[in-house]
């Protein structure tokens, strides 16, 4: 999963971050719904000092982005704050 400072809308033809800032493997993925798996990434108050949230997306194995979010505002991490991501998929076939 991966984190970044770019503001600008998501479109269809995306395949990574506008301006990604920083990356980190995902801690779980669960299952445990029927149609859904919901994976967790987290940082700790160090590897996220400093940086400011505007954008988060998970990827793939390739590093392709599956999805891409952009953040209404932004949260600026200090170094005092840990980070954690989920993001949760539903199938529906």
Do not use: C
């Not at 600008?8 to 299952?31: F, H, I, K, M, P």
């Not at 998970?58 to 993001?87: C, K, P, W, Y």
């Amino acid at each position: 999963m991966a984190v970044g400072i770019g503001s600008t809308a998501y479109t269809s033809g995306d395949t990574a971050l506008v301006s990604e800032t920083d990356r980190n493997q995902l801690d779980s993925s669960d299952l445990g719904t029927a149609k859904e798996i919901t994976f967790t990434a987290n940082w700790a108050p160090l590897d996220i000092s400093g940086t400011i949230l505007k954008e988060l997306g998970t990827m793939t194995l390739g590093s392709t982005i599956m999805n891409r979010e952009v953040l209404a505002g932004s949260a600026v991490f200090d170094g005092e704050a840990e980070l954690q991501i989920q993001q949760t998929f539903k199938f529906y076939i």
